[in-house]
């Protein structure tokens, strides 16, 4: 993993935090040398370190970007096929010289910044909600209005997909022309499905026979997350979480949220797509 612009100030604390970075390497861009700093380069010129990455991080540093167009172009050359790139930065934030302050983003100029390098947005949204009211009556803005600090971007060197649990025990079962639908409409986009029902490994057989007469393909199902012996679909749901963009409940609520567009079957029966964030 690269973090880029990751050096660490004596008054900001721009590190990982280790738990979840347990068992990857790190390595640290910046334009400025410090103990932590493994390349000191400029960001419109990251490629020139000659070296390729999974995934690279940037974290609040494109708003201090002149060319922040430039700057995701040349993170784009240094990330692996397949690889993830995940920005984060400033949508509406008081203006923090450290040392320069160019720019604030929106959702749509983030997914702008990646499709425009040939990379897959996986997912954006923005967060971290404020206020913003005028001081004056002479104020340009008349009203106070509710915005958001902070945007963020997952995009892909490649084809995206996300993992999504199905519970076959009551979502799928309950559901089997809509999920049905989704399974294959979502499978042909990439993303990946598992079974993480209470049924297991050597049940699959027989579910794989009901799925078809459902008008299922078994096949658009992995069971990667299935124990080999029957287990509860709470624990494992539980157990499985972090490891998926999306668990549907028994009764079709999503329990992990993702910013990506998701068709779920609301409590109200009334299918359609949502974006859950």
Known sequence: MLNVGGKIWPTLNRGMPGDLLAGVTVRVADLLPGPEVDYICDVHELSSIGATFDLIVSSFMLEHVEHPDRAVAEMAKCLNPGGLLYIV???????????????????????SLCRKVGLTVGQVSMFDAVRV???????????TVDS????????????YAMDIGVGLDGVLYQHPVFFGHMISAMSAAGHRFHCISSHAKDE???DSIRLKSLGIDPDLISTELMNTTRHGSLQLKASMADRLDVVFDDDGRVQTHTSTPVICPPVDGAYKYQRFI
């Open 89 to 111: 930065t400033n949508c509406t934030f008081p203006l923090h010289w450290f040392p320069s302050d160019y720019y604030r983003f929106s959702d749509q100029a983030m997914v």
């Open 133 to 143: 009211m005028p001081l004056s009556s002479n104020s340009c803005l008349q009203d």
């Open 148 to 159: 958001w600090a902070c945007v963020d971007v997952v995009a892909c060197k490649g084809k």
């Open 204 to 206: 699959w057989e027989t």
